[in-house]
């Protein structure tokens, strides 16, 4: 039986329908499966979830006593069969515990990706093409300005203004789930080892990655910190939660950011940063047409981002692409 006659875009979400149960879905449901743990994605109240522990976990943090009734762990490459759909788990590469799904229905296989990149982030296993007949993607970054550069090339400006400006703090814009772990990771790949101070609003997702195994050295609450501790520090923090006051508490700033919106330079721009650092946990233009040949399905549907580009592209390279127009998931950073 061919995905569209059981696989249903609906108001709250794609519906598995001989499954009985919704992957992502966009309200409280009976039975969710979810990809990743950014509140676009996973949301509070449902009955039933099977995802990964790193999204459990997450989920946990987040939404402590609602994350839902029953919380079941999916590992990665493990099989579990609802009513008469297999359901397979493997790493996307966009957070820790994010997920592909593979759904597997009377011979017929659909592959839902919820969000991913290409691009290596030592804090989560890299995305893995999944065989399948139908693929179903995001396409946050699906326009042909959109080529992310190398992250390690982005964190090696950061620290050469670190060492440029060493009696000014810098502070680093990034969202609190998976941007804010990354560019710390990537921040110690680069050698660098000195305390890197969060905000309050990071440091419970920090503590997770860190009970997963995720090594982010040393990490110090920048509220307690006096500001001869933070002059010459990286201090993180998100950018749309960030107090006035707690911002005038920074020694001198470097205000900086990390988004892959920034490759848009009138986004940096706005945000009013000296130092835009594009980095980003989704696919870039040429990582989404990559991954279209390596899944080689040939049948795409694009769920949110930019799908008409997308499809378009996809059409012109011979894949079946149609847009799903989902609606209730954000663009990176919102």
Request: glycine share 10%; proline share 6%; net charge neutral.
């Amino acid at each position: 039986m061919h995905p569209s006659t059981w696989l249903k875009a609906t108001p709250a979400g794609l519906y598995v329908e001989p499954g009985g149960f919704h992957i992502d879905p966009t309200r409280a449901v009976s039975r969710a499966l979810v990809t990743h743990g950014h509140g676009d994605h996973a949301r509070p109240g449902n009955e039933n979830v099977l995802a990964t522990k790193g999204t459990l976990e997450i989920m946990r943090a987040r939404f402590a006593g609602r994350a839902g009734g029953t919380l079941q762990e999916a590992r990665y490459g493990e099989k579990i069969e609802i009513g008469g759909v297999s359901v397979e788990f493997a790493p996307a590469g966009h957070v820790l515990g994010s997920a592909q799904i593979r759904l597997t229905y009377k011979g017929a296989r659909a592959v839902v990706s919820g969000d991913y990149k290409r691009a290596a982030d030592p804090t989560c296993p890299p995305f893995e093409p999944m065989a399948c007949d139908v693929f179903v993607t995001e396409a946050t970054f699906a326009l042909p300005v959109f080529r992310h550069p190398p992250a390690k090339a982005e964190i090696a400006r950061l620290l050469a203004s670190v060492a440029l400006y060493p009696e000014r703090c810098h502070l680093v814009g990034a969202y609190s789930l998976g941007k804010c772990q990354r560019v710390i990771a990537e921040i110690r790949a680069a050698g660098y080892a000195a305390p890197i101070y969060l905000h309050g609003a990071h440091e419970t997702l920090c503590a997770v990655y860190v009970a997963q195994g995720v090594d982010l050295g040393e990490l110090r609450p920048a509220a307690g910190a006096i500001s001869a501790q933070l002059r010459g520090a990286i201090v993180l923090y998100p950018p749309f939660g960030a107090t006035d006051a707690w911002l005038r508490r920074m020694p001198d700033p470097v205000m900086a950011g990390a988004s892959g919106w920034y490759r848009v330079k009138q986004r940096a721009k706005a945000a009013g940063l000296e130092l835009a650092l594009v980095i980003s946990d989704h696919a870039d233009w040429d990582e989404l047409l990559a991954t279209l040949a390596d899944v080689a399905a040939p049948e795409v549907w694009v769920t949110h981002g930019r799908e008409d580009a997308l499809v378009h592209e996809a059409k012109k390279r011979g894949f079946d692409a149609k847009a799903l127009h989902l609606v209730g998931f954000e663009d990176e950073g919102s």
